[in-house]
């Protein structure tokens, strides 16, 4: 097949592949998309094509990154589009070869997540029935929160979950994650409560939509946004108030601190690291062995806190 002569079209191609081929999801594509932009302009300020540059070019342009100072994480995502895009190229035939294959990467730090004390969730949660402008914001506020550390789902996922998916006060709900991959997350007593108040409050809301001859909202937590669904940011900036009001450091609260404060504290209570791994939808279990990690730093830090020989 002859190659594409724009990297636009390289690009716009190799996304298409993507999302109908792997299923890759939307903010993976972005991410891709992202990384791979930035390498066609430093392409075309070279004078280089994709169809033609070889591997000391792809090196040239990774050099160039670190020297920008771009963290090693970022250099080894965009080595990872690079050498998706090139596998693709060779694929179609619009390459001889893949320049990228043999090229290693930097490798990613693997930083300890943060994560939160029992206390500091607790706060959280007593905070969140509180905070918002209406009493539909806080009746939709606490279930948020509660859902959240139930689950610890993805806040793309708790954001996008459908509204049928948690009618009949169900025990567990069927959750669509990366890769349209889905899994089964159990539901606290706490979270099924503040889902059924929610529900109450989002049948009047729907009703009056009714009557007024509009139509149903299909996601939980509705928006009048595009998508339909409250979006990722809005629920960043929601939780930060919630933490204002709970009296903590907004900048350390987030939707992900909060579901690695589900991974940590399910570990810590004894849970089985396969079943955390099934939980949090991750592939791969190594992912998930980060937060034994984080809980031997808790244990060295409490010796050496407490530990009478310590101390000296």
């Known amino acids: 097949m002859t190659a594409p002569v724009a990297s636009v079209t390289w690009i716009s191609a190799f996304l298409e592949a993507q999302a109908a081929e792997q299923g890759a999801a939307r903010n993976t594509q972005l991410a891709y998309g992202r990384d791979l932009q930035d390498f066609a302009q430093w392409c075309a300020g070279q004078g280089l094509d994709f169809a033609s540059l070889g591997r000391a070019e792809i090196e040239r342009y990774l050099i160039g990154c670190e020297a920008q100072g771009l963290a090693k994480a970022t250099r080894a995502r965009r080595l990872a589009s690079l050498r998706q895009l090139f596998r693709f190229a060779y694929a179609e035939g619009w390459r001889k070869d893949d320049p990228a294959s043999r090229i290693s990467g930097p490798g990613r730090a693997r930083k300890l997540p943060v994560t939160l004390s029992h206390e500091d969730v607790d706060a959280l949660l007593r905070a969140a029935p509180e ?31 459908p509204v049928a998916a948690v009618r009949g006060n169900p025990d567990m709900i069927l959750v669509r994650g990366k890769g349209n991959k889905e899994r089964m997350v159990p539901l606290s007593a706490p979270a099924r409560a503040a889902l059924a108040r929610w529900l109450v409050q989002w049948d009047s809301q729907a009703a009056q939509l009714r009557a007024a001859r509009k139509p149903e909202p299909r996601f939980l937590f509705p928006s009048s946004g595009r998508e339909g ?84």
């Open 131 to 161: 905070t918002g402008r209406s009493a539909a914001d806080r009746l939709r506020n606490a279930c948020l929160l509660e859902l959240l550390y139930a689950t610890g789902l993805r806040a793309s996922e708790l954001v996008s979950l």
């Open 229 to 312: 669904h409250l979006s990722r940011v809005g629920f960043y900036l929601i939780l930060k108030e919630i933490a204002l009001k709970a009296g903590l450091d907004p900048a350390r609260i987030s939707p992900h601190v909060l579901r690695h404060a589900f991974a940590t504290h399910l570990l810590a209570g004894g849970a089985d690291l396969r079943a955390i791994q099934t939980l949090l939808g991750h592939a791969d279990i190594s992912t998930t062995e980060i937060y034994t990690h984080v809980l031997q730093e808790r244990l060295r830090a409490l010796v050496l806190a407490h530990h009478p020989l310590a101390k000296g």
